[in-house]
């Protein structure tokens, strides 16, 4: 339904996500159903609601899909009233269809006057007026197109619009046109709505767990717990009002941040210009950029001029960048592919020049409004996230379930123990109130107080999360991705040589371009590059800064409209000035170089892999192109005599000792060509070779450290990265990924071409097959001790992808390095190791790395800022030593979550038994012992018990994150028991007293059986929440918890004292027998000892393993995890991978990629003996 743009040539790396990122906008592909109002259902229901006092309205609150079956009827989404929405999760919507009645003639208004295919569905569901029906979903208009027969994104208007039609808007719509517009594409405006307190309460009230606790409080005031009852409805109502504070404070920061109104300058198509609101503005729209920049509030394609834009808020990355004029071509425009001439809103525009009004500013024309930009995709993801699929949180909802079923079994003894000596109010009370107990309404906020902890001293470590839950989620990270260039090497570089080359071959090695004679070389270092000078400072990529200044060239702009300079090139357009440095300086030369001035710039683009510049010298006399890249693909578009014969092992060599390597070309342009219009294609063909330039990167100090850490906890460490092979191969054995005594395999792939079937190849790494015989090499590679990576190009990576899908699990499993990979690869490869059930990681700067940061179960970006939308985790530590940090807070998160979820179930079953077993001696709890339990006991300890710090040391074993396996239902199983016998034991010795006096006919006088329960749960509960609080190895030691520990302590001193000696008036408030006999009491003490020792040892027995024991009498089960599955048939195929050994493609074209489909992330994978098995199974003879 998005109906996304195409192009002919798909360029990756977008800085900022695009619209149309599906992963951004998740829902462009739903199940839509149509339905319409029948009145008599419509009546029928209200009715239900009067006779229900509501509860039916409160069911379809909760289930809003209910209310549409029971009031409507099926219907053809042409006739719908209602629609019900399934997204790409499995999540149900209900939306409502709008109706609006369209100006007359605004059909033929929207979009372009030809009669394209898509102007045809532009014919809307008709009635007696023209009507434009919609919905909005999300934030998202979506309308009705009766050819289509469907409901599509309103961006469907302008998905075909070409460079070439953008550039046809400069002269701007008509009013009428734009006011047509306006109608159709709806306001220009991210509204994130603010809601009013009134409208929050009402919501929040009904929330299931707070119908529960006013269902709960309305029972215990009719069984006359007023104090009880009382105390617990101000604390929910504490509660309430700080949750809606802070939910009305997000949402006024969201929606502050998120809406951008400004004044712009627009051209009308009379040729006038009119200052309108950013609100007004539509797709078509061609606006006026001033010198001095704006904060953007639309997308723009930018016509002329040059743009030098800040796009940290979307990217996280402080570099700004350089925007430049979208080509005059036939392509289909899109914002991904032509990012580099797109300017995205919410980013700051610094400074314009060039192409507005007499010189200065810029032209640009809306391409996309509201949520349909790229901060509008990005503000619902941040409202509307995708559902955190984490097997403890799936979990805790089925415990919940099955605590009800215990809660029901309690219901059903209770009945039957009170039915003969009860009434019938009394009996249906005594019933419900087991309910309250077993399901404890603070579960789901108690879980959440470990994260928040976490999240706290996350903060303290310059570590920012806008996402708690991920936190959990971190402790289960398999594997880890790493960018290379600023995340693991340093972010800036330093020339380290340069190379001349051509037909003869290369010339010497020299240290700076500075010492290069004057040549074309000097001169493309000079102006091969994107830099700008702001307030005089030039800014830029570190990489051009370091290499402009390198050549002691100096960069000039032009002043006010630049004629003088336009004059003094020739009449050209000139975007910047590159003058050599003063004759003095060159005093040994016998030539020089002279000024050259910019006129065109095809910025760097992470797909391409190069960049381009056109220049012309003074007076306009010549014109030269100069082209920078990968020195691969900029050999690739040079004329191959003008290519040095050594060229690959000149590359080789500099590559393998880590240096970053571009290569450099040029070319002669013809004097009638016409350089403000010319097209990027006919700059970069039939080039010069000029040389090459090296550039030393260094490892972080931090890095090595980090992956040492990473690599002891037996996480898998991977680097992707856009950097050459043998470049990130070096990296890679800097910092630890590769040891030295491993070896480095490549996976070469050859293309598939009409001629011949792709093909693929596992070679060695050069030095090792050099060194010693190619067999021996083999021989020693499959001894079991011997350990090997995988390294994979970008291109072999897609090819792998596409034509060699048997062999893509295998090779995943055991590469190392991706080099060469574009931003959308990134992304792929995330993916393709989710699909292998694989709890990813990805740690990048947040420019390139975007898609993956967000497809990524966690991603870290290295950014100054405080949070970024670009990933869940900041960090402003600008190296990787956070992500060790991160995982140990992570794990530690979520081992007390386990603690806290195990706490609060233990304790709603230890006051289910204590009442069971009172009930059947005919007694109950007093009022004010549940507030004692409850609030004292229970609750400070709940708040303080996530307190404890994350150990010292990241341990090989992760942490579980299944509530419902052997080990955690049978502790609580176990615990259960005991707690039940500890009761059990000390009312059972309490009746064979000789002192002991039965219990009399009413139960609201206190009791031997009532108080004798309280003492010994009361111990429960605290010595529970030691046995259940975990440490080692994820966690500090209970010491290290001062607080909790000294609570622990102060609450047994006062259980001590209520057994011992609680004096009269605290015997009075809590209705506690007055029990004389001192060796009781000691006998209490000591019982409660011994079910403190018995549960505490059982829970280290279950620590240590005991009951795994059980899962023997069911047999071996294969791994539900596709990369275990994976790497058992490797074990057992030791001739893998098949070295120089030819391999041809199995399936032809492309569609080979269909061979092998991985179930999703969040589906039951298939067996080892299954699929998997098959699959993998056919390469074993290999």
Request: glycine share 6%.
């Amino acid at each position: 339904m998005d109906g996304a743009g195409t192009s002919e040539e798909q360029l990756s790396g977008l800085s900022s996500p695009s619209p149309g990122s599906p992963l951004l906008c998740p829902h462009s592909n739903m199940d839509v159903k149509g339905y319409k109002f029948v009145r008599w259902r419509v009546w029928l229901t209200r009715l239900a609601a009067v006779l229900s006092l509501g509860l039916i309205l409160l069911l379809f609150h909760w289930r809003p899909r209910l209310a549409v079956l029971a009031r409507c009827c099926s219907c053809s989404l042409a006739s719908a009233e209602i629609l019900t929405l399934k997204d790409s999760y499995g999540r149900q919507h209900v939306v409502e269809v709008l109706r609006e009645v369209a100006e007359e003639g605004s059909l033929e208004l929207v979009g372009e006057p030809e009669d394209n295919e898509w102007r045809d569905t532009v014919t809307l569901y008709k009635e007696e007026k023209t009507v434009l029906r919609y919905y909005v979903f999300e934030g998202l208009r979506y309308m009705w197109l009766d050819k289509k027969g469907a409901f599509c994104l309103v961006s469907v208007l302008s998905e075909d619009w070409t460079c070439l039609d953008l550039h046809g808007y400069q002269n701007g719509l008509s009013l009428q046109e734009q006011r047509s517009r306006r109608r159709t594409y709806g306001p220009n405006i991210i509204d994130v709505p603010v809601k009013s307190y009134v409208k929050l309460l009402f919501e929040e009230v009904l929330n299931p767990f707070y119908v529960f606790q006013v269902f709960s409080i309305i029972l215990w005031m009719i069984d006359e717990y007023y104090i009880y009852a009382v105390c617990i409805f101000v604390i929910s109502m504490l509660s309430i009002c700080i949750s809606l504070y802070e939910i009305h404070k997000q949402s006024v920061t969201l929606h502050n941040m998120a809406q951008v109104i400004t004044t712009v300058t627009i051209r009308r198509d009379s040729g006038l210009e009119e200052s309108v609101s950013s609100v007004n503005l539509v797709p078509g729209d061609c606006f006026v950029i001033p010198p001095e920049g704006m904060l953007l509030p639309c997308d723009a394609a930018l016509l002329t001029g040059e743009c030098l834009v800040n796009e940290g808020m979307l990217t996280g990355e402080s570099i700004p960048v350089l925007k430049t004029p979208l080509p005059h071509t036939e392509k289909t425009y899109s914002s991904e592919s032509e990012r580099r001439h797109t300017l995205f809103c919410g980013t700051t525009l610094i400074q314009a020049r060039g192409g507005g009004p007499r010189g200065s500013g810029a032209i640009a024309v809306v391409v996309n409004t509201g949520f349909f930009t790229a901060k509008g995709c990005l503000v619902s993801s941040i409202l509307h996230p995708r559902p955190m699929n984490f097997r403890f949180y799936r979990d805790s909802a089925k415990f919940l379930l099955l605590l009800g079923f215990v809660a029901l079994v309690g219901s059903i003894y209770s009945f039957v123990i009170l039915f003969r000596d009860s009434t019938v109010k009394s009996l249906i009370i005594r019933s419900l109130d087991i309910v309250t107990i077993v399901v404890p309404p603070a579960l789901p906020a108690a879980m959440t107080t470990a994260t928040i902890y976490a999240q706290h001293r996350l903060k303290s470590h310059g570590v920012f999360c806008i996402s708690p839950p991920c936190i959990n989620v971190c402790a289960k990270v398999s594997v880890f991705c790493f960018d290379k260039t600023g995340t693991l090497t340093e972010e800036g570089l330093d020339v380290w040589g340069v190379m001349e080359g051509g037909p003869a071959g290369f010339s010497e090695l020299v240290s700076g371009p500075s010492l290069l004679p004057p040549g074309h070389l000097l001169s493309g270092l000079a102006c091969c590059h994107t830099v700008t000078l702001l307030n005089g400072q030039p800014l830029g990529d570190p990489l051009d800064l370091r290499m402009v200044e390198s050549t002691s060239w100096t960069l000039q702009e032009p002043v006010d409209n630049g004629e003088v300079l336009n004059a003094e090139f020739g009449g050209h357009r000139v975007l910047a000035v590159m003058r050599p440095p003063a004759q003095e300086l060159q005093a040994e030369e016998t030539a020089t170089s002279e000024a050259l001035a910019i006129v065109q710039r095809f910025p760097f683009s992470s797909a391409l892999r190069r960049m381009s510049v056109v220049t012309v010298t003074q007076g306009g006399r010549s014109a030269l192109a100069f082209i920078k890249g990968s020195p691969e693909k900029v050999a690739s578009l040079c004329r191959a005599e003008s290519v040095p014969s050594q060229f690959s092992s000149y590359l080789n060599s500099f590559s393998k000792e880590g240096l970053r390597v571009l290569a450099l070309a040029f070319r002669p342009l013809d004097g009638d060509t016409d350089l403000t219009t010319i097209q990027r294609k006919e700059v970069e063909k039939d080039m010069e070779f000029l040389g090459l330039l090296m550039m030393k990167n260094l490892v972080k100090p931090e890095s090595a450290q980090a992956i040492n850490i990473l690599t002891l906890a037996g996480l898998r460490t991977i680097m992707v990265t856009g950097d050459n092979i043998l470049t990130a191969v070096n990296v890679a054995k800097s910092c630890g990924m590769v040891g030295s005594d491993e070896r480095v395999i490549f996976v070469n792939t050859t293309p598939y071409t009409a001629q011949d079937t792709p093909t693929l190849m596992f070679n060695l790494e050069e030095d090792a097959v050099s060194n010693q015989n190619s067999a021996v090499v083999s021989l020693g590679l499959y001894q079991e001790d011997s350990r090997y990576h995988l390294a994979i190009s970008g291109d072999s990576f897609a090819c792998l992808c596409d034509f060699f899908p048997e062999y893509l699990p295998k090779v995943l499993l055991r590469t190392t390095v991706f080099a060469r990979m574009t931003p959308d690869q990134k992304t792929q490869l995330v993916k393709e190791l989710q699909k292998l059930n694989y709890c990813v990681g990805m740690c990048g700067d947040g420019a390139n790395d975007c898609g993956a940061l967000k497809a990524a179960d966690v991603g870290v970006s290295l950014s100054e800022a405080e949070a970024s939308v670009a990933s869940p985790f900041t960090s402003k530590t600008n190296n990787i030593s956070c992500v060790p940090l991160l995982i140990r807070e992570a794990r530690c998160s979520l081992v007390t979550s386990f603690s806290l979820f195990a706490y609060m179930a233990m304790y709603s079953l230890i006051q289910f038994c204590s009442v069971l077993i009172l009930y059947t001696v005919k007694t109950v709890l007093f009022d004010e012992q549940f507030l004692f339990i409850d609030i004292v006991l229970v609750t400070f300890v709940a708040i303080v018990m996530g307190r404890g710090g994350p150990s010292a040391v990241l341990h090989p074993v992760r942490p579980p994150a299944s509530l419902l396996s052997l080990p955690v239902i049978g502790s609580i199983f176990i615990h259960l028991c005991m707690v039940l016998l500890g009761q059990l034991a000390a009312i059972l010795i309490a009746m064979k007293e000789d002192w002991y006096v039965p219990q009399n006919l009413t139960n609201t006088e206190p009791s031997i059986e009532n108080t004798t329960v309280f003492y010994s749960s009361g111990f429960q509960y605290i010595f529970i929440a030691v046995v259940v609080t975990k440490g080692y190895p994820h966690k500090k030691p209970l010491y290290h918890n001062v607080l909790y520990l000294c609570l622990l302590l102060v609450l047994t001193a006062i259980m001590i004292w209520l057994v011992v000696y609680p004096g009269y008036f605290t015997a009075e408030f809590f209705s506690l027998y007055n029990i004389t006999n001192i060796e009781f009491k000691v006998l209490l003490l000591g019982l409660a000892a011994l079910n403190f020792i018995i549960c505490f040892f059982a829970e280290v027995l279950i620590e240590m393993g005991v009951l795994n024991c059980l899962h023997l009498l069911r047999g071996t089960r294969p791994s539900k995890k596709q990369y275990k599955c994976v790497n058992k048939l490797l074990s057992n195929s030791p001739s893998w991978p098949p070295l120089n050994e030819l391999l041809p493609c199995m399936s032809h074209g492309p569609l080979a990629q269909l061979a092998v489909v991985y179930p999703p992330l969040d589906t039951q994978p298939p067996k080892c003996n299954d699929s998997m098995n098959s699959i993998l199974s056919r390469q074993c003879e290999y």
